[in-house]
Structure formats: structure tokens, C-alpha cells
């Protein structure tokens, strides 16, 4: 039997996946919180404007987003807030753009972190991406330009590194919407618990090193008592990080 030709709705280009609504705005009442993390310039607006349907700015320059800018869609009846970040090479970086995407990857609680990484570029874009899971149990690769991938005849063998990472890893073409249903049900199994990351963690910490972080990181537990990757700061603590010494002074995590 021949496959019945696509409708015109599928093939259209605000055509994304089954059970998907944009819901642009309308942040009411949101089930879970997404982050879009990643280095600059890797199409987390891209991908944002797909979910939601908004018009972020997007263009071939790193540096366009600078603020956090929400977005909502619904997926089978349930509802995310998306949330645009501006692009950061680190965890540890200290430009105001960069500090706002850190400071909601650590203290945002995201209920799942998408971290878009260029797929032409992978080997430069892990460091964040390493560095986004030492802090966080639910995230997805976004494999972003796979297309600019293929035309430089790179290959990237997803399954490895996703096996290697511990996380799930999805190959996307966001310009051209390629591979965002896949994305969504991704995330939605995430947020509901279908699947469960077992995230790549650095090892052999000496245990002088150990006993130390876990006493500064519960004396930091005690002062705030809600405050998520306490053993994350206890690590920039330990290293004299003037930026997350002055964060905990002030006490103003996500503003
Ligand atoms: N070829 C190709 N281009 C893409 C793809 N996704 C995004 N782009 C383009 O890449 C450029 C950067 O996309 P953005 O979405 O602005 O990237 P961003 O990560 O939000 O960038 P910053 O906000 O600066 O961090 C734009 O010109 C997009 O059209 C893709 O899958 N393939
Ligand atoms: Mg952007």
C-alpha cells in the first residue's frame, strides 16, 4: 500500500509534531520548566521559536539573546515553560549575559535542561555541556545543524554519546525543524520520569577535597536552606570564585 500523500499542515513549516500546541505567552499554569542551555550561536532561539511560536532574534552572530525571554507550548495536555538563555561557554564565566543563563541553569530549577550544542562543532561545545551536568539529573542533548554537520561530511556517532554522556542525545536541524518532534517527546519523558539520565560525573575526588566540599556545602545548606547544587558552589568556594562568593553574600540567585 502507498503511503497516503502528507497533508499541506504537515508540510507547512509551523509544522512541528503531533500533540504539540504553541502557546507563545500564555505562561499560565505551566507543569514544568524547560531551560535552552548552550554556547552561543547554536540555535536555542531556533529552537525556542519553534516550541513556542514566538519570534525571539535569531541570526549568525554569538551574543543576540541577553536576557531570558519565556515561551510556553503544551504537549499532550501538559504544559512547559520554555526559557530562552543567552549563550554561555561556561559555568564559570562572568559576562552579564553569561550570568544570567548560569545563575537559572544553577538556581532556576528547571524541571529539564535542553543543552543545544553545535553538531559541527562538538568537541568545543562539551565543555559546557559537562560542566551543565555535574549540576543537573534531567537533561537532553540537542544535537543542533546536523545539516551544516553532514555537508562537512562530519559524522557523530549519537548512540556512544549518549552511552558516555548519560543523558538521551537528539540529532536536530531546528532552522528546518528536523528532529524537533523527537526533542519534545524526549522531554516530555524526562519531565514525567519515562526516562532517567544517569549523568557523567567527574570521579577520584581525593578525600581530603570530598571532606572539605561537603562541610562547606552543608554549611551553605544551612544558611539557605533551599537552595539547589550547594556542593556545586562549595567546589567555586574552595577555588576563591569572587563571583560566587559575592552571589552567596547578596543572597540574589535568580532575579
Ligand atoms: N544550518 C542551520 N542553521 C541553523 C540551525 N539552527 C539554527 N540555525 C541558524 O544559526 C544561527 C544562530 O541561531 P540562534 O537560534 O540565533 O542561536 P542562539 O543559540 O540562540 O544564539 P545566541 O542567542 O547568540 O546564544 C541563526 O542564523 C539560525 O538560523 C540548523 O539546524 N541548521
Ligand atoms: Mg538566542
Not at 497533508?7 to 505567552?25: F, R
Not at 503544551?74 to 515553560?81: E, L
Not at 562572568?94 to 529539564?112: C, K, M, Q, Y
Request: some cysteine; aromatic content about 6%; glycine content about 6%.
Amino acid at each position: 500500500m502507498e503511503a497516503a500523500p502528507k497533508s499541506a499542515c504537515e508540510t507547512c513549516p509551523q509544522y512541528n509534531a503531533e500533540g504539540l500546541k504553541k502557546l507563545g505567552v500564555n505562561l499560565n499554569e505551566a507543569d514544568f520548566v524547560v531551560a535552552l542551555a548552550g554556547n552561543p550561536n547554536t540555535g536555542k532561539s531556533t529552537v525556542f521559536n519553534a516550541l513556542t511560536g514566538l519570534k525571539q532574534h535569531t541570526g549568525n552572530w554569538p551574543g543576540k539573546t541577553v536576557t531570558r525571554a519565556e515561551g510556553a507550548f503544551q504537549y499532550n495536555d501538559q504544559k512547559y515553560k520554555l526559557v530562552d538563555l543567552p549563550g554561555t561557554y561556561s559555568l564559570l564565566s562572568t559576562s552579564e549575559d553569561e550570568e544570567v543563563a548560569r545563575n537559572f541553569i544553577l538556581f532556576g530549577r528547571p524541571s529539564v535542561t535542553i543543552i543545544v550544542a553545535d553538531a559541527s562543532r562538538l568537541e568545543r561545545n562539551l565543555n559546557l555541556v559537562l560542566q551543565v551536568l555535574e549540576i543537573t539529573d534531567k537533561a537532553v542533548l540537542c544535537l543542533n545543524l546536523m545539516d551544516e554537520a553532514e555537508r562537512n561530511d562530519i559524522e557523530v556517532d549519537t548512540r556512544t554519546l549518549a552511552r558516555d554522556l548519560g543523558i538521551p542525545v537528539v540529532a536536530t536541524s531546528a532552522r528546518y525543524l528536523r528532529g524537533i518532534p523527537e526533542l519534545i517527546q524526549t522531554v516530555s519523558d524526562l519531565a514525567n520520569g519515562r526516562i532517567v539520565c544517569k549523568p557523567h560525573r567527574i570521579k577520584n575526588i581525593p578525600p581530603n577535597i570530598e571532606k572539605a566540599v561537603t562541610k562547606l556545602s552543608n554549611e551553605i545548606q544551612a544558611v539557605y536552606p533551599d537552595i539547589p547544587n550547594s556542593r556545586w558552589l562549595a567546589f567555586r568556594l574552595l577555588e576563591g570564585d569572587n563571583h560566587v562568593i559575592e552571589l552567596l553574600r547578596k543572597g540574589e540567585f535568580v532575579k
